[in-house]
């Protein structure tokens, strides 16, 4: 059975950095794409960040420049790292994968929603 696992996140003053990451468990072939999206309190999941399997990225224009989306294949995680955050990217971060298995379906996944918090 595949699995998204989310780590990091936690409570940043402004300014400040996380790094988040997402591995991908069970019996993997590869991680074809893969997306960060969050949600803040009382708002829609928007979309953060991107990955496609090539490695070309994509970001939302309010984390252009502070945001980076990366993945090591090896051991089939995808990072968010998070530079220079502000109070309004406190929201729930979840990442998202399409992952090609054993049988070489490739499904989509969501990892649990982890918690990112920027005050002072």
């Known amino acids: 059975q595949v699995q998204l696992v989310q780590s990091g996140g936690g409570l940043v003053q402004p300014g400040g950095s996380l790094r988040l990451s997402c591995a991908a468990s069970g019996s993997i072939v590869s991680i074809d794409g893969a997306n960060w999206h969050r949600q803040a309190p009382g708002k829609a999941r928007t979309l953060v960040a991107s990955i496609t399997r090539g490695g070309t990225t994509n970001y939302a224009e309010a984390v252009k420049g502070r945001f980076t989306i990366s993945r090591d294949s090896a051991k089939n995680t995808v990072y968010l790292q998070m530079n220079s955050l502000k109070p309004e990217d406190t929201a729930i971060y979840y990442c998202?994968?399409?992952?090609?298995?054993?049988?070489?379906?490739?499904?989509?996944?969501w990892g649990q929603g982890t918690q990112v918090t920027v005050s002072s």
């Open positions: 998202y994968a399409l992952i090609r298995d054993e049988t070489y379906e490739t499904r989509p996944y």
